[in-house]
């Protein structure tokens, strides 16, 4: 019987702390909150300033200032982040129109080679079929008609004309120029055909 009064006594004075001690220090403390909350004190903001004072307690507590921060910190962070993503994106596009750009610049000075091949393609093959013309008139014509003409003509046009003649009538012709005439031109065709 000694132990349930001893048990009772144990259970009475945990419920005497109880309701003595613990129940009106939290109403008071709920008491003032309210209070002081009613007056215009940010109750919440002042706790945490006198808890951060407190050694042990500073790191545990933070201030909205610090939870801010924080916030700021993590949005600047993510900003950070998607920007360093586009700025990753921009340059893949800026490698790829850089490559095109290469590319076309190398079609660009293929088809300014070509056009230009195409030019004097087309420069020398009027001035081959007017040559060849010339040529064929002068194989038809009589050779002692034909050396004065060839005489009187630029050597270069002479050479150009005589080399589209048949060799049989070149002879000829050359038999009817004078001799210093028939030797340069002669000299200047096989020199010619040497290269």
Known sequence: ????????QQGSKLQWFFFVIIIPIV???TLAWIVLTLLGVNVTEQAGKYVSKVPGMSQSASTPEEENTKSNNKELQTSLDARNEEIELLEEELSAKQTEVDELKQKVVKLEADVKSAQEGKEEKPENEKVMNMAASFQQMEPEE???????MSQEL??????????????????????EAAAGIAGEIINSSDN
């Open 158 to 179: 002479a050479i150009q004309v005589l080399v589209n003649v048949a060799s049989e009538e070149r002879g000829l012709i050359f038999g009817q120029m004078s001799p």
């Open 146 to 152: 034909a050396a004065p003409i060839l005489e009187n």
């Open 27 to 29: 109403f008071a403390i």
């Open 1 to 8: 019987m000694a132990k349930k009064i001893t048990d009772k």
